[in-house]
């Protein structure tokens, strides 16, 4: 052999050991998840072109990001008031979350609000500011914040609820969209979901439920 190789080869073989022995240290099952979470930006133009809207709705606003789960893409729906067979008023919003793969869009998660049967002028829409995408509690996958109103009639009769999803944990809140009920003590509805989230989500919900509420 080679006195060049019998010198090198020995090198070769501790380089490789070293190679090896870094990958597994970095490979560690109990290391912190990195954050790829990165802000949402409009894409409301761009998704009318791309996607198809459900049967009779409208795109009312759109946004994309990215976090642990991937390309995300959020698109909103809302119908206005529109008169069903029987005469009476009815109103519909929808929401729905695509992951954006190299084959297309694939829906993971769908929301839908539906309002019936109203006499006088029938609403669900969502309300102003509402959405909100954020990494409350840094795992890296985003929470969805959703908040919007419906029912029948004048103000005074519409409920609020704010939906909040995060990679397929959903939890509801529940209130009236009335100002005169958004005192301090006048808490939402939370459903179970709620007292399982994490604290700093907790919070975030909360907050978000707080900063849309119509105070006098």
Not at 81 to 109: C, H
Not at 119 to 129: E, L, P, W
């Amino acid at each position: 052999m080679d006195l060049r190789l019998q010198h090198i080869a020995p090198l070769l073989f501790f380089l490789l050991l070293a190679l090896a022995c870094r990958e597994r240290k970095g490979s560690r099952p109990n290391e912190p998840v990195q954050s790829v979470f990165t802000a949402a930006e409009d894409v409301t133009a761009a998704v009318q072109a791309l996607l198809p809207a459900p049967h009779n709705q409208q795109v009312k606003e759109a946004g994309k990001w990215y976090d642990a789960t991937g390309e995300n893409w959020l698109v909103l729906y809302q119908t206005g008031p529109y008169m069903a067979a029987n005469g009476t008023q009815s109103s519909d919003i929808t929401a729905v979350l695509y992951g954006k793969t190299d084959s297309g869009f694939r829906e993971t998660w769908r929301l839908r609000e539906t309002v019936t049967g109203c006499r006088q002028t029938a609403s669900a829409v969502f309300m102003d500011g509402h959405l909100q995408i954020a990494d409350s509690d840094s795992n890296a996958v985003a929470e969805v914040f959703i908040v919007y109103t419906y029912g029948c009639g004048e103000q005074g009769m519409r409920h609020k609820k704010m939906v909040c999803y995060e990679g397929g944990s959903v939890t509801t809140l529940r209130g009236s969209a009335d100002a005169m009920f958004a005192d301090p003590g006048n808490a939402p509805e939370t459903d179970a979901a709620f007292l399982q989230r994490e604290p700093r989500v907790q919070t975030a919900i909360q907050q978000h439920w707080d900063r849309l509420t119509v105070r006098k």
